[in-house]
T-cell receptor, first 109, second 113 residues
Framework: EDQVTQSPEALRLQEGESSSLNCSYT??????LFWYRQDPGKGPEFLFT???AGEEKEKERLKATLTKKESFLHITAPKPEDSATYLC??????????FGAGTRLAVHP | KAGVTQTPRYLIKTRGQQVTLSCSPI?????VSWYQQTPGQGLQFLFE???????NKGNFPGRFSGRQFSNSRSEMNVSTLELGDSALYLC????????????FGQGTRLTVV
C-alpha cells in the first residue's frame, strides 16, 4: 500500500535558523516526487518535482533532494514569509498525487 | 497566463442534496485531477481525467463522480450529500499528468449542513 510520512508535524524556527523537513515514502510506480507549499485557505502552490535519486532542485531559500525512499526540503536562513504548510506528494499513477500530512512551519522574527 | 480557476469558491448545501463543482485548467493543459482536503484526512485523490476519459480513480464512494469536456474543463458532482463531505475540493491541472508538474486552483469550500 502506498504510504507517505512527513516529519516533523510542526516546526518553529527563528528567522535565519536553517532546518530540514523530511518525507519518507513507499509508492509503487513512482513517476515523480512533488513538493508544495500551502497557505491557510488557499490551494497548494507548486515548488519542485524530483524524478530520480540524487536529484536536487533549488528555489530561493529552498532546496529539495531525493533518495530512493526519502526526500528532504532544506530551508536556509528562513524568513517569516516562509511560514506555511509544506506538503510532499509522490505521484503514483496518472496524475495521482499521494499527499503526506504536511509539516507546519512557523518562522518567527 | 491564467491559472487554474475553480467555481464557486464557497458553497453551503443541505444533507441529501447534490452539488456540482467546476474547474477550468490552465490553457493547453489536458489533465485535470480532483482532490478532497479535510483536517482529519488531509489531501486525498478523487479522480483524474485526460482528453475526456477518466484514467485513474481514488477510493471514494460512487456518489462522487466527474467528467471532462472537450475544452478540458472539468466538473465533479457529489450526490446525496453527507455531513462528512464538508471539505475543500481542489483541482489540479497538468499538461498530460504522468509525472508532469501539476498546478492547483484555490479550491471550492463546501459546507454541508
Amino acid at each position: 500500500e502506498d504510504q507517505v510520512t512527513q516529519s516533523p508535524e510542526a516546526l518553529r524556527l527563528q528567522e535565519g535558523e536553517s532546518s530540514s523537513l523530511n518525507c519518507s515514502y513507499t509508492v509503487s510506480g513512482l513517476r515523480g516526487l512533488f513538493w508544495y507549499r500551502q497557505d491557510p485557505g488557499k490551494g497548494p502552490e507548486f515548488l519542485f518535482t524530483l524524478y530520480s535519486a540524487g536529484e536536487e532542485k533549488e528555489k530561493e531559500r529552498l532546496k529539495a533532494t531525493l533518495t530512493k525512499k526519502e526526500s528532504f526540503l532544506h530551508i536556509t536562513a528562513p524568513k517569516p514569509e516562509d511560514s506555511a504548510t509544506y506538503l510532499c506528494a509522490p505521484q503514483g499513477g496518472y496524475n495521482k498525487l499521494i499527499f503526506g500530512a504536511g509539516t507546519r512551519l512557523a518562522v518567527h522574527p | 497566463k491564467a491559472g487554474v480557476t475553480q467555481t464557486p469558491r464557497y458553497l453551503i448545501k443541505t444533507r441529501g442534496q447534490q452539488v456540482t463543482l467546476s474547474c477550468s485548467p490552465i490553457s493547453g493543459h489536458r489533465s485535470v485531477s480532483w482532490y478532497q482536503q479535510t483536517p482529519g484526512q488531509g489531501l486525498q485523490f478523487l479522480f483524474e481525467y485526460f482528453s475526456e476519459t477518466q484514467r485513474n480513480k481514488g477510493n471514494f464512494p460512487g456518489r462522487f463522480s466527474g467528467r471532462q469536456f472537450s475544452n478540458s474543463r472539468s466538473e465533479m458532482n457529489v450526490s446525496t450529500l453527507e455531513l462528512g463531505d464538508s471539505a475543500l475540493y481542489l483541482c489540479a491541472s497538468s499538461l498530460a499528468g504522468n509525472g508532469m508538474e501539476a498546478f492547483f486552483g484555490q479550491g471550492t469550500r463546501l459546507t454541508v449542513v
